[in-house]
Every structure is written in structure tokens, then in C-alpha cells.
């Protein structure tokens, strides 16, 4: 997109070429964070100031409930993004027993970009102090604390984690789409890691390069790493959504094209939040191309895990990066499905390039003529591994119907069927058969499911039957 073309030379020329490692500026002022303390009653929250310890009492901070606490990035416009109080009232609403408090650094993220990369561990500094100040004097264990980090914000967290005082770390750190820039290729000890908490995980959004720079940070940099969609950009997010975007936001729709991707971190974690019956489930692989086939939809040894809040927190001694799809807008979760097919050419072996469809019968819902697209051409003996995903949950699969158009193969389908199963004498013409259909669902584990087809359209077989078309003399396979 053009408007993110522009956001990534504005970046690049700040950066100039003499920014190769961050320090900390000195000569900073020692209480540029604000720690506002969510209540219902103000929308900017009460401040709690350090070392005060009269407005904990002030702002009824509950010294038995967990705290969550979270970290804006980057400032252009130095004001409180909107989906701060959106993130607050969904931890609010699903979590009443929690402190949740905004890290307030609006003053030091307000400045060009490398100004405010460097000021994020004077932040992270001062947010440990502040949980230091805490459990010394409240008793308020720091295993007890949460930081979400968004964009600079996951660096700040980062750097509170390490800055700490003590062998103990902090319980957990989200990070939100990482920033990239000055930050990517960087040490752990100058970037978020899996060394700052007892537990990190992060979900990584927009990794889209553009001269070299990304706006989120592509390698992993938690426990468990989350890439929807690939990690680079998102459904519903290209400039031809920007009208969309007036329509909803007015002017500043074209602020929020720019941003749509990188935010996206940030409403899956809510969208986590506000939907307990739709949470997205991501799966360890070892890259996008690999899961675009659906090989890497297995549960088994805890190869998957529950993106956003929700999730499993294992401390893992090697990092895990896990794929999943998502929709445009929320709720986002799909239903992933690994569909594989073994094609039969018994007479040539010239490549087709078919158009696929398939329609999916449930115990639930039906899904019907999805679209399948294969990367490479198909030729005989070979068996095809790809991914469906669904907005709906059908429930258990039942039947299937596979249809492929747009090919001159099937031109003379009798004289093929008669190739295949000869039941009448005739010419062997060139053929292609569909020797086996498997379906296997992501999200329950369901087991594989069998067909034979050897016409344009499967016959509508039910799941799990032992053999298929016993009429027609073409038996099982597998």
C-alpha cells in the first residue's frame, strides 16, 4: 500500500544509518511514566503515583488480584490510542478480579521513531522500579503481573522484565506486533525475549518488508511466537479496504489503513477476550508455505496452543512458532482442515492444471463450493495436500463433494470412465482418476476420512464407510 510505502521512509530516514545499537539517553527525567489504574468511574483511569503510598488506597488497587498491565508503542499524534480503553474494558468485563493499569509514556513516545526506540528501556526501567515499589511495599508478588505490549511497548516490557531486581521474574509479557525497526536481528538482552517472564508469547502481524525494514518484528522473540496468516499482512488490510475504513473511522480511515495490519495484533488479543467459545487455535510449523498444505494441523506432543489470552503457558527451553488463518474482522477464528488427494494417471503422464471445488456436509452446518487452488500442476501417482479453512463450524464431517472445472481432460468423460472401469470394449484414451480424498480437521482431531471418485463430481459418499461405490465394482483404497 502506498500510505505504508511512506510510514517505512519515514522510519528509514529517522533511522539514518549511524542507529546500529540502542543506549539509553541520558539526562532523562525520572517519572516520564504515568500509572493509571482503570476504574469505572473515569475513563483516564486513576493515577497512582510512585512511592505514594496513599493512591493505592485512592484508586482501590486490590493487592489480592493479579494486575495487567499495558504499554502503548509508538505516538504520532501523543494521545492514547482507542484501542487502549477497548482492551481495558474487555479485561474488564471478562476478568472483574483484575488491577489493570496503563503504562502512561506519552511524553518519551511522543519524538521520532529512533528518539523513542531508545527511550523504551529508560520506560522499561521505570516500570520495574514501580513493581519493585510494589511488592516492597504492598507484598504485591511480581509473578502476579501481566504486561501487553504493543509494538514499542513489547520492548518496553521486555526491558521491565530483565531490569528487575532479584532472581524471580515477572509472571508473564504479550507482546503485540514487536517492533521492528532497531530492534530485528537485535541481542535478546536489546530486544523482547523469552527471558523476560516466566512466560512470553507474542503474535506477530505485519512483517511485510519494504527497503528492508518491517514495521513488526519477524524473528521470534517468546516461548510460543504466533504468525496469523503468515505474519506478514492481514486479511482486510490493503489499501482497496481504505474506503471501508472512512466510512467507519471518517478522515482518519487512511491513519487506520496505514496501522490496520500492525493493530491486528492487538484485536486478536481481545477478540481472545470477548469470545471464550471462539478461540483461535495456532499450530507449531516450521513455516507458512509448509502449513498452506495443512500438514502441520496436529495437536499431538502440545503441538498447537490457543492464541491471545487463553493460552497454554508452557516455558519451553527451544521457541515454537505457530501458524494459524483468521477472517477480516471478528470474530476471527476459522476452522482449519487438511485436505489431501491422490491422483491416478494410468494412461500419460501429461500435467493438468484444474479448477477445484468442494463442498463439505456437516452434522451442524454446510459448507459449500469452496474454492481450491493448487500451486503446481497435477500429474499422476502423486497425492496433493492442502488448506480449507471455514468461518462456520460444520461439526462432524459427513459427506463430501469434490468437483473440478476448466479442464479439457474432461472433455470425453465417458470414454475416461470407460478407460478406468472398463465395462464395455472400446479405445484407452489419456485418463486422470481421483484415487483418494482425505479430510482431516484441525481443531477436533478428527480422524481421516476416505473416498474414491472417478467422475467429475465425487459421488456423495458418508464418512468412515468401509467401501464406496461397491455397485459400480471400485472398491476403497486405504
Known amino acids: 500500500a502506498t500510505c505504508y510505502v511512506c510510514y517505512i521512509h519515514f522510519i528509514s530516514e529517522a533511522l539514518g544509518s549511524q542507529h546500529q545499537h540502542i543506549r539509553i539517553k541520558k539526562n532523562q527525567p525520572s517519572s516520564a511514566t504515568k500509572f493509571r489504574l482503570y476504574t469505572n468511574t473515569t475513563e483516564e483511569g486513576c493515577l497512582i503515583l510512585f512511592d505514594h503510598l496513599e493512591t493505592l488506597d485512592k484508586c482501590s488497587f486490590n493487592t489480592s488480584l493479579p494486575l495487567v498491565m499495558i504499554v502503548h508503542g509508538w505516538s504520532v499524534d501523543g494521545m492514547l490510542e482507542g484501542w487502549i480503553w477497548k482492551m481495558v474494558a474487555a479485561l474488564k468485563s471478562q476478568h472483574k478480579q483484575t488491577n489493570v493499569i496503563i503504562a502512561d509514556w506519552l511524553t518519551l513516545a511522543h519524538q521520532h521513531y529512533p528518539i523513542a526506540a531508545q527511550n523504551t528501556r529508560h520506560i522499561g526501567q521505570e516500570i520495574a522500579g514501580f513493581l519493585e515499589w510494589l511488592e516492597e511495599s504492598v507484598q504485591f508478588s511480581r509473578s502476579n503481573v501481566h504486561l501487553i505490549g504493543y509494538s514499542l511497548g513489547a520492548h518496553v516490557s521486555g526491558f521491565a522484565g530483565s531490569y ?55 524473528q521470534p522473540v517468546a516461548h510460543f511466537d504466533f504468525y496469523p496468516n503468515g505474519g506478514t499482512f492481514q486479511p482486510g488490510c490493503h489499501i482497496m479496504h481504505m474506503y471501508n475504513h472512512i466510512a467507519q473511522y471518517g478522515i482518519t480511515g487512511i491513519t487506520q489503513t496505514v496501522k490496520c495490519a500492525h493493530e491486528r495484533s492487538v484485536h486478536l488479543f481481545i477478540d481472545s477476550l470477548l469470545h471464550d467459545d471462539k478461540q483461535s487455535m495456532a499450530y507449531w510449523c516450521n513455516d507458512i508455505h509448509t502449513f498452506d498444505k495443512g500438514m502441520c494441523l496436529s495437536c499431538r506432543k502440545n503441538r498447537c496452543n490457543t492464541l491471545g489470552y487463553n493460552i497454554r503457558k508452557e516455558r519451553l527451553q527451544i521457541n515454537r512458532r505457530l501458524f494459524l488463518k483468521t477472517r477480516a474482522h471478528a470474530p476471527f477464528k476459522v476452522y482449519h482442515y487438511q485436505f489431501k488427494i491422490h491422483f491416478i ?17 456437516g452434522t451442524k452446518e454446510d459448507a459449500e463450493n469452496l474454492p481450491i487452488t493448487l500451486v503446481e500442476g497435477i500429474t499422476g501417482n502423486k497425492t496433493y495436500s492442502f488448506l480449507i479453512t471455514l468461518d462456520i463450524d460444520i461439526g462432524e464431517l459427513m459427506m463430501i463433494k469434490f468437483k473440478w472445472e476448466g479442464t479439457a481432460v474432461w472433455e470425453n468423460i465417458w470414454d475416461t470412465v470407460q478407460t478406468i472401469i472398463p465395462w464395455t470394449k472400446g479405445n484407452r484414451r489419456p485418463g486422470l482418476i481421483v484415487k483418494t480424498i482425505r479430510v482431516k480437521a484441525g481443531e477436533t482431531q478428527q480422524n481421516y476420512y476416505y473416498y474414491v471418485c472417478s467422475f467429475k463430481t465425487c459421488v456423495e459418499a458418508p464418512a468412515r464407510l468401509d467401501s464406496v461405490l461397491v455397485n459400480s465394482g471400485i472398491s476403497m483404497v486405504g
Open 164 to 218: 528487575i531486581s532479584g532472581t524471580n521474574k515477572i509472571g508473564r509479557i504479550t507482546g503485540l506486533d514487536p517492533a521492528g525497526p532497531l530492534f530485528e536481528g537485535m541481542s535478546p538482552t536489546d530486544r523482547l525475549s523469552p527471558d523476560d517472564a516466566n512466560f512470553v508469547d507474542a503474535i506477530h502481524t505485519f512483517t511485510q518488508q519494504h527497503m528492508g525494514l518491517s514495521v513488526g518484528i519477524k
Open 345 to 361: 494417471n494410468e494412461i500419460q503422464e501429461k500435467q493438468v492444471e484444474p479448477t477445484f471445488t468442494v463442498s463439505l456436509t
